[in-house]
């Protein structure tokens, strides 16, 4: 970080401004200009608040060079984290450093038949996860909330009869005690800067699944997943799932730099949902094997088994039988990239 000094600062404030920042455990490098002074910060400069320091009176103008995150950064982290969704499934679902997973399921689990026809179906076109969510955030408060409580335990039993691992949405820390037997905690969009939340799940071990908000830049982004891993969980799984652009075609806009840009600065695995992030079914296996071909680790992808009569997202679900055939052609994708040697 440097700091640009306003001419002829006043000695008293400049010689308080460097106290504080040694006392921060930073080291500083004066360099003396004809016009100007700058101040280079030296070490870990994530704890400082550049906004404070703009604000001072004899700063001109404060510049990062060091992102602000650390634990997410892959310049303390080169090699690229592998997350394993066997803690208690036994399942062999990897994701990150070259290995790749399926997350496929319906927007809710709506009864058993539903959930377990699903899990069934998906699994056999090759899915490495059941997602489904328990507790739904939905912007209308008269539309379907979830099963709750009886959803994770629909869950549940499909894991028992498949074996897959399971996804699910947490919306607040105090449904955490259902979540004992889950194997993937997802944050949802609308929750990626619950900050008090995030702290909590960096208390836990468990993988967390956390998708960029509609709004996020992917700083903050980056930034949340600080939250998580500066807790002390190292099992971070970041999803882009579309931003909100001036384009009303599609739901979202699906951000697919995000995937090369996450990648370059990061060492987390990224996963794509291009359900939320177009709206429709009809663009899903597109958007899925674009997300393939940019370097994605993952999907995670709405199915469902009746789509017309879902009570959330039927719009953008698609049928097990659209999953198999897009199953087939990641494989493909996949296939040729690797022999491309990408
Ligand atoms: C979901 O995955 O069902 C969901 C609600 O997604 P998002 O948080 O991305 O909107
Ligand atoms: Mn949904």
Not at 267 to 283: E, Q
Request: glycine share 8%; net charge negative; proline share 5%.
């Amino acid at each position: 970080m440097i700091i640009i000094l306003k001419q002829n600062p006043a000695t008293k404030q400049l010689e308080s401004l460097k106290e504080w920042i040694r006392q921060m455990g930073l080291d500083i490098h004066v360099s003396e200009g004809t016009h100007a002074t700058i101040l280079g910060l030296v070490g870990d400069t994530s704890v400082v608040d550049i906004d404070l320091i703009g604000a001072m009176e004899i700063v001109d103008k404060v510049q990062r060079i060091q992102e602000p995150y650390k634990a997410a950064n892959r310049k303390f982290h080169p090699d690229d984290t592998i997350i394993s969704f066997d803690a208690l499934s036994g399942s062999p679902a990897k994701v990150g450093g070259g290995n790749f997973v399926m997350i496929a399921g319906p927007c809710s689990v709506e009864s058993r038949p539903q959930i377990m026809e699903i899990a069934e179906k998906v699994k056999e076109s090759g899915a490495g996860a059941l997602r489904g969510g328990a507790f739904k955030p939905r912007t209308s408060p008269y539309a379907f909330q979830g099963m709750e409580a009886e959803g994770i335990k629909l869950l549940l039993e499909a894991k028992k009869q498949t074996g897959l691992p399971i996804v699910t949405e947490i919306m607040d820390m105090s449904q955490m005690h259902h979540f004992d037997d889950v194997d993937v905690i997802q944050v949802g969009a609308r929750n990626m800067q619950n900050f008090l939340m995030l702290k909590e799940l960096g208390k836990t071990k468990k993988p967390i699944l956390l998708k960029r908000g509609f709004s996020s830049t992917i700083q903050e982004l980056l930034m949340s997943a600080e939250y998580i891993l500066s807790g002390g969980n190292p099992n971070v799984i970041l999803c882009e799932r579309g931003i909100r652009t001036i384009e009303t075609a599609t739901r979202n806009t699906l951000d697919l730099s995000a995937i090369p840009v996450i990648k370059e600065h990061s060492h987390l695995p990224v996963i794509v949902d291009p359900s939320h992030a177009t709206g429709h079914a009809k663009y899903v296996p597109s958007m899925s094997l674009a997300a393939v071909a940019a370097g994605a680790d993952g999907l995670m992808i709405e199915v469902h088994n009746n789509p017309s009569m879902a009570l959330c997202d039927g719009q953008q679900s698609i049928t097990p039988e659209a999953f198999d055939r897009l199953a087939k052609s990641v494989h493909t994708i996949r296939t040729g990239m690797e022999q491309a040697g990408r």
